[in-house]
């Protein structure tokens, strides 16, 4: 078997980049190690920053996303309680974010995926990475018990955080960033309205609160958790007494409960692998780089290195010109580490540190007080909110 690109992984990240060269004439064949409902069922992201909204769009995927999504101009903090609005359309001249689950996306992109000619190998095993530093290389794996072989001229690691494709680049090429958080978020999904038109992120003295949605009848919230606190310590009345004392009387007024029929925990962590390129395989997405989920940057930040790469590749195929190529790690990780940067510094003025003292909190409301006061604040806030131009 040949392509012109290997894809790994049929994320968001992987899908996209599909469907960007398809459009572009370039071939490609993704490799997913799970199978359709395995990957669309997975509950993650759910706000879109106007790029991903616009990349939809352009890929004329955007029918159900343009009817069902929310469009949210502002946002919400809330500091014990006291919740105050941002007007992220107002400060940023114009942009909003789209609340649209990540469930939905790739119902849209494995939908058209068949009758755009989008080429996926589900249950793809044992997926090996072969000749990278040469110009020949290949991709091998099992299906079905067979032995399988597929050449290109590159290879895309879109695998996400525990994928293989990181793995093989050597140790001396790699260098990794990283920070794990002392703790974790649980997030509950109910069939039940949500209890503001827009998101609430609330540091309470107890942790941080998330009041987010789906639709106007499907709501998620997320509450900060140790990281050894287990499911069935957390029934869903439990749950909805934390959201409802750490979102405060206003909001918890409006707070209709219901049975969970989804819930998790997930670990937080900020992570950068550099660079995202060796000889011919290129990283994209949680391959490459995690971010906390404070401030909704994974996916999209998937959605911006795709856009690069995808520019990137059509420049190789069109003009014959490896500029783009040479340049993708260094423009990709320039926007990567300012969402970093914010996503950081968002979980660090929301969540209660295990070790932090009278100081630590002081200084934390402070600066949300500094953010109530201050429309330059709330300002630099929106425009990370909504995501940062591409360049
Ligand atoms: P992924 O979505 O991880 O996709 C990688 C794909 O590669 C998967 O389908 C996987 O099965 C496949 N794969 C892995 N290894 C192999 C292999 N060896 N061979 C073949 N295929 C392989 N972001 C937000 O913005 N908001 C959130 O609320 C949020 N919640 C999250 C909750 C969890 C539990 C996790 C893990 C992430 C969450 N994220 C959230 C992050 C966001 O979902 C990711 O940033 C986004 O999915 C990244 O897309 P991706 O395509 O790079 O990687
Ligand atoms: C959601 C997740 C986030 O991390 C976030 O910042 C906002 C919303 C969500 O799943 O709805």
């Known amino acids: 078997m040949k392509t012109q690109v290997a894809i790994i992984g049929a994320g968001p990240a992987g899908m996209f980049l599909a ?7 370039i071939d490609s064949v993704v490799l997913e190690r799970r199978d359709r409902d395995y990957v669309e069922g997975r509950v993650r992201a759910g706000v879109l920053e106007q790029i991903a909204v616009d990349v939809m769009r352009k890929l004329g995927l955007a029918d159900r996303l343009d009817r069902e999504g929310l469009v949210h101009g502002g946002t919400n903090l809330s500091l014990d309680g006291e919740i105050f609005h941002i007007d992220m359309e107002k400060l940023t001249g114009g942009s909003t974010v789209t609340v649209y689950g990540q469930q939905e ?28 530093d040469s110009d020949k290389p290949s991709v091998r794996w099992t299906e079905e ?10 290879v895309v690691g879109c695998d996400g955080f525990h994928g293989v494709s990181r793995q093989s680049i050597p140790d001396t090429v790699l260098r990794n960033f990283e920070r794990v958080y002392p703790f974790g978020w649980l997030g509950i999904l109910a069939d039940v309205p949500p209890c503001n038109d827009e998101l609430i992120y609330a540091n309470h003295e107890r942790g941080f609160a998330l009041a987010s949605m789906r639709s106007p009848t499907r709501s998620r919230y997320y509450i900060q958790c140790a990281l050894d ?13 934390e959201v409802c004392l750490r979102l405060g009387p206003t909001a918890a007024a409006k707070v209709v409960r219901g049975p969970s029929f989804e819930k998790s925990i997930a670990p937080l962590r900020s992570f950068v692998a550099e660079p995202m390129r060796w000889g011919r395989l290129f990283l994209a997405g949680d391959a490459a780089h995690i971010v906390p989920p404070t401030g909704a940057k994974g996916l999209n930040l998937a959605v911006s290195d795709v856009t690069y790469l995808s520019e990137a590749l059509v420049e190789h195929y069109r003009e014959r010109s490896a500029a783009g190529l040479d340049n993708y790690s260094a423009r990709a990780l320039a926007r990567v580490w300012k969402a970093e940067r914010f996503s950081w510094w968002f979980t660090s003025i ?26 330059n604040a709330q300002r630099v806030l929106a425009e990370n909110y909504v995501g940062l131009p591409l360049d």
């Not at 494995?110 to 095993?125: C, K």
């Not at 287990?230 to 007494?241: A, H």
């Open 105 to 132: 996306v790739m119902f849209d992109l494995f939908e058209a995926a068949g009758p755009r000619g989008v080429n996926i190998v589900w249950n793809a095993d044992n997926v090996s990475l072969h000749g990278l």
């Open 145 to 154: 018990g067979a032995q399988k072989e597929l050449q290109c001229d590159f």
């Open 350 to 375: 929301t969540h209660r540190f295990p070790n932090m003292d009278g100081f630590d909190r002081r200084i934390q409301m402070a600066e949300l007080d500094y953010i109530r006061g201050s429309e």
């Open 229 to 241: 606190d287990r499911l069935e310590d957390w029934s869903d009345d439990r749950v909805w007494d």
């Open 19 to 25: 469907h960007m060269l398809r459009t572009e004439g």
